[in-house]
């Protein structure tokens, strides 16, 4: 299937023929677009955050001890990764502005193997917590278990949360793979790189919600008993 | 924002400062229930956070001069930050539902 551009054509009340502005490089609408698309997942993490405060506000300790019991090492691991992975896609996104598309390609594929690396952390970490009996429909988070109630919505929420972050990786490492695949068929270049551009601002949002999801799952029981809550 | 030209070395060594900055943030993170604002964990986690995302918005995501946009952005943070305010601020306060609340202990039914 072809997509080659077909002009549209205008005719004034005088006869004389215009050539419509096409969109295809409009590199301003196409950032503000994806601008608002993000304000869509701000929005539903927004929910997500409303919940796991609410939740919180009434079980102040339990959400405290809960907290306690996550592995932070994992957890500020993970961290660093994702920040690693958010400054090689910006080198990435300034290669190809300068013109270098395999060093552009080359961060990238750094960027992805990072994601990965990611994932395989959570993945180690959920089985281990699986292994414990914390997880969601399992044992120490049923109805009957002596699990504090509180305790059940904080972890209720944690893998709710840390789950659909984890969709956005996933879905992320493939946007990357279709943005390997357009630069290899020239469709994305130094001249037409708002995709390149955009896919870098999806993953950055996709860190900026993790720089809110460590702290208030691992970080704030680090104090100890009361937590300074 | 000029996305043409582009000064590679300069704003190769501005995400490179940027990494160095959240780097220590997140160090701080790790020892600020340790060290300092012991008895406001959550809020201290919280501001280290915002900081966090402050640079992460102006330098990895080009906001810097953005004035549309920015203030696309600020408009949704007071969006969100009116419905903390009514939820966390107003009916937590007043929570008046616990014996037919699914959201409170058990034992309070």
Known sequence: ?229 | MDTKTINYQEEKKVYYKVLVGLLLLTAVTFIQPHYFMQGSTFLAQMLIAVVKAWLILIYYMHLKGEKLITAMVWFSLFLVTVFFVIVIGIDVPNFQYEAESHITAPQAH
């Open chain 1, 1 to 229: 299937m072809s997509h080659e551009y077909v002009p549209e054509i205008a005719t004034d009340r005088d006869g004389n023929q215009h050539e419509v502005q096409g969109w295809q490089d409009d590199f301003y609408g196409g950032k503000l677009g994806f601008w608002l698309f993000m304000l869509t997942e701000v929005m539903m993490f927004g929910a997500m955050f409303l919940a796991l405060a609410y939740y919180n506000a009434l079980h102040p300790q339990d959400f405290l001890d809960a907290s306690a019991s996550l592995n932070r090492l994992l957890g500020g691991t993970n961290t660093v990764i994702l920040l690693v992975s958010a400054l090689t896609m910006g080198l990435g996104l300034l290669k190809i502005r300068s013109g270098d598309v395999k060093g552009a390609k080359l961060m990238i594929w750094a960027t992805i193997i990072l994601a990965v690396a990611f994932l395989v952390i959570k993945g180690f970490e959920w089985r281990a917590e699986y292994n414990h009996g914390i997880f969601l429909m399992h044992d120490q988070l049923l109805p009957e278990s002596s699990l504090p109630f509180g305790q059940k919505l904080f972890f209720g929420l944690y893998f709710s949360m840390t789950g659909l972050h984890g969709v956005h990786i996933i879905i992320g490492i493939g946007l990357m793979i279709w943005l390997l695949k357009r630069i290899n068929a020239g469709k994305v270049s130094p001249e037409h790189h708002i995709l390149h551009w955009n896919i870098a601002l999806y993953w950055d949002i996709v860190h900026l919600i993790w720089v809110f999801v460590f702290p208030y799952y691992y970080m704030i029981g680090a104090g100890g008993a009361t937590g300074g809550h």
